[in-house]
């Protein structure tokens, strides 16, 4: 197990974390022959991680990654917590990142299929977990493709943003998607 933790993470946006996370990603496959890795990301992480993979081709060919799991992880951060993705989808996105996004998943290429895993949660019973409204998560669904991916989308009730990487249930989630070749029942 890698955990990476970005030591300067106050800055305006994830760009910064993308291409460090791109150097780390290239270094463990060339230094320490890493050609297959499961990743957790939270939040910004998680955007960084999705940028670092669609801007690099190289990462693409040389690191399988079979499951990855974000926790409360904006894509599209265009949108806010009051409009259904439903709605979104027939509104024109002002993310600048997204758009990219869009047009390099186009060309995504990986070495082997991805199971993401794109865990949300909910305070109050609202549709958001208090940081990141679920919407900007589920806009993952729009870059990725069948063809090269599966996807699949739990909310946790009474979870805020920090629960997602800290609470039990969340936890023994990943740990049966990662360790347990058990089925879970998803939401795809």
């Known amino acids: 197990m890698i955990q990476l933790i970005f030591d300067w993470n106050y800055t305006k946006d994830y760009q910064p974390q993308t291409k ?3 150097q780390v ?7 320490y ?8 990301a939270h939040s910004w992480g998680g955007s960084a991680l ?18 990855v799991i974000l926790l409360g992880t904006p894509i599209d951060e265009s949108v806010d917590e009051n409009t259904s993705y439903a709605k979104a989808q027939t509104k024109a ?19 082997a ?9 909910s ?3 609202e549709k958001t977990d208090g940081s990141v409204p679920n919407v900007q998560s589920l806009f993952l669904k729009n870059i990725i493709h069948p063809n090269w991916s599966k ?10 943003h920090t629960d997602l990487h800290q609470s039990a249930k969340v936890l023994d989630t990943m740990d049966k998607i990662l360790w347990n070749n058990r089925p879970l029942a998803w939401h795809h």
């Open 20 to 22: 460090w996370l791109q």
């Open 25 to 31: 990603l290239t270094r463990l496959h060339r230094d």
């Open 33 to 40: 022959h890493v050609d297959k890795l499961n990743v957790i």
């Open 50 to 67: 999705i940028h670092a993979l669609a801007d690099s081709s190289s990462l693409q060919k040389e690191i399988a990654f079979p499951k």
């Open 93 to 111: 996105s002002t993310d600048k990142n997204y758009q990219r996004l869009l047009k390099k998943f186009k060309e995504f290429d990986p070495l």
């Open 113 to 121: 299929s991805i199971d993401f895993y794109n865990l949300m949660g």
């Open 123 to 125: 305070v109050d019973g």
């Open 151 to 160: 996807y699949y989308q739990a909310v946790y009730t009474n979870t805020d």
